[in-house]
């Protein structure tokens, strides 16, 4: 089968090897992420093969982690990621090769996908590589705010993937320099902020925009009692967290409680925000569940609650300031991605009347 070198088209294209066009998407990111897609060749490659990725632009950078999505390598097969031999811009120093870095002996013996933590250390690079090595060895990475990592065969990088609520806080304790922890249930420092905060750090994101992560609809029933001031009343579902609306209807209505009062008639199509820290029935989730949400939506999630636990994680204000720079970086672009997504409204010609109407909208 023998050793392979390969690189990927963009970091072809970084170093000049390849012309061709990059998308706005592929050659960088606000929120500092580096996506890239790559395929392996033809020949699987032995241990000790390598797969260049992305290069990185002159400066300090660190990687906080990565989100990976990849086929499955084969039986016995782990990932590794790090860098290049390089020199640091600043002082010329070289800086010898180091494929364990960011991640080490990340299983993909099976098809994976989700947000993996880097590895405290380093984190200052210029370029980043993947390098299987002796044991069947392969390894991911992210970089500044959210990332992507290489994969063997073939790796995507978009859409939701599945991440855990352990995932989303490392996020932000790997931001803030500090430890990852494994469960809420330590006795870190971290751990006992991750346990009181983080539910109520997610609500407080979710409810800041409209995220089509957190998009759900539903068709409510009436209940047998009404309030004075309304026809009926429909009790809402166990992880609306906000609702956005009545689909089709323009009927007053208003929200007390976990019931919506309107004058509408019965079954009601209703649009709303999902809790994605709780279950459907309302209850909460356990720290190593999944969460189906972009990479993008997590760092955010994570940098939040950063922000919120620094001081009494690091005891700096000067960290805090920090995260809250990254966190509000981070909301503005992840906001931007999201609502690219889909086809704008436009209102009817002639629906001025009511233009709060939905039907009014097309």
Same mark, same amino acid.
């Given at each position: 089968? !023998?050793?392979?070198?390969?690189?990927?088209?963009?970091?072809?294209?970084?170093?000049?090897?390849?012309?061709?066009?990059?998308?706005?998407?592929?050659?960088?990111?606000?929120?500092?992420?580096?996506?890239?897609?790559?395929?392996?060749?033809?020949?699987?490659?032995?241990?000790?093969?390598?797969?260049?990725?992305?290069?990185?632009?002159?400066?300090?950078?660190?990687?906080?982690?990565?989100?990976?999505?990849?086929?499955?390598?084969?039986?016995?097969?782990?990932?590794?990621?790090?860098?290049?031999?390089?020199?640091?811009?600043?002082?010329?120093?070289?800086?010898?090769?180091?494929?364990?870095?960011?991640?080490?002996?990340?299983?993909?013996?099976?098809?994976?996908?989700?947000?993996?933590?880097?590895?405290?250390?380093?984190?200052?690079?210029?370029?980043?590589?993947?390098?299987?090595?002796?044991?069947?060895?392969?390894?991911?990475?992210?970089?500044?705010? !959210?990332?992507?990592?290489?994969?063997?065969?073939?790796?995507?990088?978009?859409?939701?993937?599945?991440?855990?609520?352990?995932?989303?806080?490392?996020?932000?304790?790997?931001?803030?320099?500090?430890?990852?922890?494994?469960?809420?249930?330590?006795?870190?420092?971290?751990?006992?902020?991750?346990?009181?905060?983080?539910?109520?750090?997610?609500?407080?994101?979710?409810?800041?925009?409209?995220?089509?992560?957190?998009?759900?609809?539903?068709?409510?029933?009436?209940?047998?009692?009404?309030?004075?001031?309304?026809?009926?009343?429909?009790?809402?579902?166990?992880?609306?967290?906000?609702?956005?609306?009545?689909?089709?209807?323009?009927?007053?209505?208003?929200?007390?409680? %976990? %019931?919506?009062?309107?004058?509408?008639?019965?079954?009601?199509?209703?649009?709303?925000? %999902?809790?994605?820290?709780?279950?459907?029935?309302?209850?909460?989730?356990?720290?190593?569940?999944?969460?189906?949400?972009?990479?993008?939506?997590?760092?955010?999630?994570?940098?939040?609650?950063?922000?919120?636990?620094?001081?009494?994680?690091?005891?700096?204000?000067?960290?805090?300031?920090?995260?809250?720079?990254?966190?509000?970086?981070?909301?503005?672009?992840?906001?931007?991605?999201?609502?690219?997504?889909?086809?704008?409204?436009?209102?009817?010609?002639?629906?001025?009347?009511?233009?709060?109407?939905?039907?009014?909208?097309?």
């Amino acid at each position: 089968m !023998g050793v392979t070198t390969e690189r990927s088209t963009i970091l072809k294209t970084q170093e000049g090897t390849l012309t061709t066009a990059l998308t706005r998407t592929q050659a960088s990111m606000d929120l500092k992420v580096q996506p890239f897609d790559f395929t392996q060749g033809a020949a699987a490659g032995d241990a000790t093969s390598t797969q260049g990725l992305v290069k990185m632009p002159a400066g300090k950078h660190t990687v906080i982690g990565m989100v990976v999505a990849c086929s499955a390598f084969g039986s016995s097969r782990v990932l590794d990621i790090g860098y290049e031999a390089h020199t640091k811009s600043d002082n010329a120093t070289a800086v010898n090769a180091l494929a364990t870095a960011f991640k080490e002996d990340l299983d993909v013996s099976a098809a994976a996908t989700g947000v993996h933590p880097a590895k405290r250390g380093d984190g200052f690079c210029r370029r980043i590589c993947g390098q299987r090595h002796c044991r069947r060895r392969t390894r991911q990475w992210i970089h500044p705010g !959210g990332g992507y990592a290489q994969g063997p065969r073939h790796l995507r990088v978009r859409g939701k993937i599945p991440v855990t609520p352990i995932d989303i806080v490392n996020i932000g304790i790997e931001a803030l320099g500090e430890r990852p922890i494994s469960s809420f249930e330590e006795q870190s420092t971290a751990a006992v902020c991750a346990r009181a905060t983080f539910r109520a750090t997610m609500e407080a994101v979710l409810e800041l925009d409209v995220w089509n992560d957190a998009t759900a609809t539903a068709t409510l029933a009436a209940e047998v009692s009404a309030p004075r001031d309304y026809a009926r009343q429909f009790i809402l579902p166990g992880d609306c967290l906000r609702v956005r609306g009545l689909i089709k209807r323009s009927d007053p209505w208003t929200r007390r409680g %976990r %019931r919506l009062m309107t004058n509408a008639p019965a079954p009601l199509d209703v649009l709303y925000t %999902r809790n994605l820290a709780v279950s459907p029935s309302g209850q909460p989730i356990g720290d190593g569940e999944d969460i189906q949400m972009s990479g993008l939506l997590a760092a955010v999630v994570g940098l939040r609650w950063a922000w919120t636990n620094a001081r009494r994680i690091t005891g700096s204000d000067t960290a805090m300031q920090a995260m809250h720079q990254l966190y509000r970086q981070a909301l503005v672009d992840a906001a931007a991605v999201d609502g690219a997504e889909g086809t704008p409204q436009a209102q009817q010609v002639g629906s001025w009347v009511n233009q709060f109407a939905p039907e009014s909208w097309v």
